[in-house]
C-alpha cells in the first residue's frame, strides 16, 4: 500500500507563477529566455547541481562564478589538475563531490566529445552523478519528463499530501505522485517547485495564501503545515578525539601535507593530526620540542562530532620533507577545508 495518497499537483498554476517570481540564478536560464528558445548550458547546469548538494545557493553563487571563470567549458575543467579543482573548492565541504566532479569533466570529454548525454538515464553512467542530478539535467537541459526530487521538494509534497512518515520511508511513493504530474514544460516546471521550496514553502515559514498549491494543499487545509515532514528519530551522533599539530619553521612558514587519497577529505591539505578515535589520548607530537596547547577545534561531520586539541610549535624544516612550507599570506589560496583552517585559525593563523 502507498503511504503517499493520489492527488494531482496544478502543475499550470505552478508555471504560471514561476513565469511571475522565478529566481534571478548565476546558472539558470529565465523562463521568458527558455520561451523564446534560449536553451540551458547543460555544463553550467551540472556544475550547479553538484555545488548545491548540501548547500545553499548563497553559499554556492561565488564558488559558481569563480569555477565558470576559471574553467568556462567542459573541456577546460577536464584539463584543469586536480589539486587545483580541489583549492577552489575548498570551504563548499563534502569533497568526494570535487574529485567526482573532475572525473565526471573528463569522462564527458574522453567519452562523449565534451556533449553532456540528453537522457536522465545515460547522465546517470557518469561519475558522481546520482538519481537527482541526472533527472534535474534532463529535465532542465532537455526537458525531459522526469520527476526531480530534492529536499525542497521532499518538503513541499510531504506538506501537500500530509505525509504521514518521514520523507525517506516514502521517497518512492513521492517520486511517482511527482512524475504523474510533470508537464511538457519539465525544466521549468521542476525549477519552479525548487523555487517554492526555497521562498513560499521554506523549512521554518509556510507562506501558504501565496503559494499556488495552497488549494490542494492538504497540511495547509489542516492549518499547521509546519508540522510537515514529519522528522526522523535521530541516532545519537559518535564523538571522535584527536590532535593536530600546527608547525612552523623560524621564518613563520607554516607545514602543511596532502591527505591520503581514499578517505574523508581524500587529497586535501591539512596539518599533521593524531588518528581521530572514540577516546581521549595523550598527543603523540610528531618530533620532540616544545609544544604549546592552541585550545580545542570542535567540527560537525555528517556521522560524527570531531573534537581536536590543537598544538603549535616551531620546529626545524629539515625534520619534514613530504610535504611542504607554506608562507602565511598564502595560506587562503592551500585547498585546506573548513576543519584545518579552523585549527590554522586556533593557532593564530587567521
Known amino acids: 500500500m ?151 521538494l521532499d518538503r513541499v509534497l510531504a506538506r501537500y499530501f500530509a505525509l ?55 497540511a495547509s487545509q489542516q492549518g499547521e503545515p509546519l508540522a510537515y515532514p514529519i522528522k526522523p528519530v535521530k541516532a545519537a551522533r559518535p564523538v571522535r578525539r584527536g590532535h593536530a599539530f600546527v608547525m612552523t619553521d623560524a621564518g613563520g612558514d607554516v607545514y602543511l601535507q596532502t591527505r591520503p587519497g581514499k578517505g574523508l577529505l581524500a587529497g586535501m591539505t591539512e596539518v599533521p593530526t593524531s588518528d581521530w578515535t572514540g577516546e581521549a589520548n595523550d598527543p603523540a607530537y610528531p618530533v620532540a620540542t616544545e609544544w604549546r596547547h592552541r585550545g580545542q577545534v570542535i567540527h560537525i561531520f555528517t556521522h560524527f562530532r570531531l573534537e581536536l586539541e590543537v598544538w603549535s610549535a616551531v620546529v626545524a624544516p629539515e625534520s619534514f620533507d613530504e610535504g611542504w612550507w607554506s608562507p602565511p599570506g598564502a595560506l587562503k589560496g592551500e585547498a585546506l577545508p573548513t576543519l584545518f583552517r579552523k585549527v590554522l585559525a586556533q593557532a593564530g593563523f587567521d
Not at 101 to 113: D, F, M, T, W, Y
Not at 114 to 120: D, K, L, R, T, Y
Not at 170 to 177: N, S
Not at 185 to 191: H, L, P, V
Open 2 to 152: 502507498s503511504l503517499v495518497s493520489p492527488q494531482p499537483i496544478d502543475a499550470g498554476a505552478v508555471l504560471a507563477w514561476y513565469d511571475r517570481h522565478a529566481r534571478d540564478l548565476p546558472w539558470r536560464i529565465s523562463p521568458a529566455a527558455r520561451s523564446a528558445g534560449v536553451m540551458p548550458d547543460p555544463y553550467r547546469v551540472w556544475l550547479s547541481e553538484v555545488m548545491l548538494q548540501q548547500t545553499t545557493v548563497a553559499a554556492v553563487k561565488t564558488y559558481f562564478i569563480r569555477f565558470t571563470t576559471l574553467w568556462p567549458s567542459v573541456f577546460d575543467l577536464a584539463t584543469a589538475p586536480l589539486d587545483a579543482v580541489l583549492r577552489e573548492w575548498a570551504g563548499l565541504g563534502y569533497y568526494a563531490r570535487a574529485r567526482n566532479l573532475h572525473a565526471c569533466a573528463r569522462a564527458v570529454v574522453e567519452q562523449h566529445g565534451g556533449v553532456f548525454p540528453q537522457s536522465a538515464a545515460a547522465l546517470a553512467s557518469l561519475p558522481g552523478i546520482g538519481a537527482y542530478t541526472s533527472a534535474a539535467i534532463a529535465a532542465i537541459c532537455f526537458d525531459e519528463r522526469v520527476a526531480v526530487l530534492d529536499g525542497n
Open 164 to 218: 504521514s512518515v518521514p520523507v525517506r520511508e516514502a521517497k518512492d511513493g513521492l517520486r511517482a505522485a511527482l512524475q504523474v504530474n510533470v508537464p511538457n514544460r519539465s525544466g521549468d516546471f521542476a525549477q519552479a517547485m525548487m523555487d517554492l521550496g526555497a521562498t513560499i514553502c521554506a523549512p521554518r515559514v509556510a507562506s501558504c495564501l501565496i503559494c499556488p498549491l495552497h488549494s490542494g494543499c492538504r
